[in-house]
C-alpha cells in the first residue's frame, strides 16, 4: 500500500495529517452521539427533539465553514490547526457545563465547526497540497487518524460512561485536545514545502488549470455530484447517531452493537489504504462511482439483519463506502479542478458534507418518532444511494469530457 520508505521520510508531515483527523473525532457525530442518551434524559428530549438540535448546530456549523474554509488557501496548517484545536477543547468543554437546552444548538455548533468542519479539512487539504504523485497514499495513510478514532473512542467512552458522569468525560475530552496542540506544533515545526500556500503549487485540474470556487458552483454537471457526495456522511452519520435506538430496536445490548465497531474500523482502513493505492494508479474520476454500492447493500442487509454475525456484516460494507470515502473525494477535488483554490472548493465540499451529516439524523430522527423505526428506513434509504450512484456516473462522464 504504501512503501516503507515513503512513511519513513514523510513520517511527520503524515503524523500531523493523521493527528488533525484523529482529534476531529471528538466533533464527529459517531463520538457525540455516544452521550446521546445521557443528553436526552438530562434535557428531557425526544429522538426527535434531540436530532432536530443537532441538525441546527450542525447546519449553522456548514455555512460557517463556506468562509472559514477558504482560510486554507492563506494560511499555513501549523497556524491554523492549533487554533481550530483550541476551539474544539472550548466546546467540549462548555457542552461539559451547559445546564440549558436552548444552548444546546450553539454547543453542538461548536463542536461541528471545530472537529468534524474545521480540524477535518485542513488534514485533508494540507495533505493533498503536500503530495502530488502520492496523493492517493498521502491522503489514505493521514486518514488512518479518523479510523483510529471511530476503533477506539466509543469502546472506550461506553466502558468510561459505566464508571464516570457523562458531563465529566466532556472535561476529560477537552484536555485531551488541549494537549495535542503542543505535539501538534512539534510535528509540523518545518512544513513539506517553504510554504502551504495554494499559489507554491502547480498541479492543475480538468483542461489543465485552475478552477476558481465560482467556476466550480457555476457548472451544474457540479451539482449533479452532490447527492451521491453527501450520501456516506449523511446515511453513516445516521447509524452512528442512532446507534443507541439501533441497539434497542434490534434487541442488542449497546456495548454489544458497540463491540461490533472494531470490524468497522478494520474494514475501513483496509477500504482505504486500498482505495489511496487505486487513486494513484487509476485516478480518483474513475473510481468514484463504485464507492457507493456496499453502502446500499449494507443497509439492505441491516435493515433485516437480526444476528450479530449479519449485523456485523453489513456493517462491514458500511465501513468500506467510509474508508473510500475518507481518501477519494479529497484525491478528487484536487485532480479535477488544481491545487491553487483547492482551499476554498474543498470547504464547499466540506460544508456539504457537515450538511449530509445534519441531515442524516435529522429525517431518521423524525421517521422514528412517526413510528418508523430506523431498520423500517433501510431500504428507501438503500433506494437513494442507488439513485445516486445512477446520477453520480452520468455527471461524471461528461465532466471527464471537459478535460479532453
Avoid at 458552483?217 to 445516521?238: C, D, E, Q, S, Y
Amino acid at each position: 500500500m504504501a512503501h516503507p520508505g515513503f512513511l519513513r521520510s514523510n513520517a511527520r508531515w503524515l503524523g500531523a495529517g493523521g493527528l488533525l483527523a484523529f482529534s476531529s473525532s471528538y466533533g464527529q457525530t459517531f463520538f457525540i452521539s455516544i452521550f446521546a442518551g445521557e443528553i436526552q434524559e438530562s434535557f428531557g428530549l425526544s429522538h426527535g427533539a434531540w436530532g432536530a438540535i443537532y441538525a441546527s448546530g450542525t447546519l449553522a456549523a456548514a455555512a460557517a465553514m463556506v468562509w472559514l474554509g477558504a482560510l486554507t488557501d492563506h494560511h499555513r496548517a501549523r497556524n491554523l490547526g492549533p487554533w481550530a484545536m483550541g476551539g474544539l477543547a472550548c466546546a467540549c468543554l462548555t457542552m461539559a457545563v451547559n445546564p440549558w437546552v436552548w444552548a444546546l444548538p450553539v454547543v453542538v455548533f461548536a463542536l461541528r465547526l471545530s472537529g468534524q468542519g474545521m480540524l477535518s479539512h485542513i488534514s485533508r487539504v494540507a495533505i493533498a497540497r503536500w503530495f502530488t504523485a502520492t496523493r492517493g497514499k498521502a491522503i489514505a495513510v493521514s486518514s488512518l487518524g479518523f479510523s483510529l478514532g471511530e476503533a477506539m473512542l466509543p469502546l472506550i467512552f461506553v466502558a468510561l460512561l459505566t464508571v464516570a458522569p457523562w458531563r465529566e468525560l466532556w472535561v476529560l475530552t477537552a484536555a485531551l485536545a488541549l494537549l495535542t496542540i503542543p505535539l501538534l506544533r512539534m510535528l509540523l515545526r518545518e512544513e513539506r514545502t517553504p510554504q502551504s500556500f495554494a499559489a507554491t503549487y502547480d498541479a492543475t485540474g480538468l483542461g489543465n488549470r485552475h478552477w476558481s470556487r465560482t467556476e466550480v458552483l457555476r457548472n451544474p454537471l457540479f451539482w449533479g455530484l452532490v447527492p451521491g457526495l453527501i450520501a456516506p456522511p449523511a446515511l453513516i452519520t445516521a447509524f452512528f447517531f442512532q446507534q443507541v435506538h439501533l441497539a434497542e430496536a434490534k434487541g442488542l445490548p449497546h456495548l454489544e452493537l458497540v463491540a461490533l465497531f472494531p470490524i468497522y474500523s478494520g474494514l475501513s482502513i483496509l477500504a482505504m489504504l486500498s482505495t489511496g493505492a487505486l487513486i494513484d494508479r487509476l485516478g480518483s474520476m474513475r473510481l468514484m462511482p463504485l464507492y457507493l454500492l456496499p453502502l446500499a447493500l449494507g443497509f439492505l442487509i441491516l435493515a433485516s439483519a437480526e444476528t450479530p454475525w449479519t449485523i456485523g456484516l453489513a456493517i462491514g460494507l458500511l465501513a468500506i463506502t467510509a474508508g473510500a470515502n475518507n481518501a477519494l473525494p479529497a484525491a478528487f477535488w484536487a485532480d479535477s479542478f488544481g491545487t491553487r483554490h483547492l482551499g476554498a472548493i474543498k470547504a464547499v465540499a466540506t460544508a456539504l458534507m457537515v450538511v449530509g451529516s445534519a441531515i442524516g439524523p435529522l429525517f431518521t430522527g423524525f421517521g422514528i418518532d412517526a413510528g418508523l423505526s430506523f431498520p423500517a428506513q433501510m431500504p428507501w434509504i438503500s433506494v437513494y444511494v442507488l439513485g445516486s450512484v445512477l446520477l453520480l456516473t452520468l455527471c461524471l462522464r461528461r465532466l471527464r469530457s471537459l478535460g479532453r
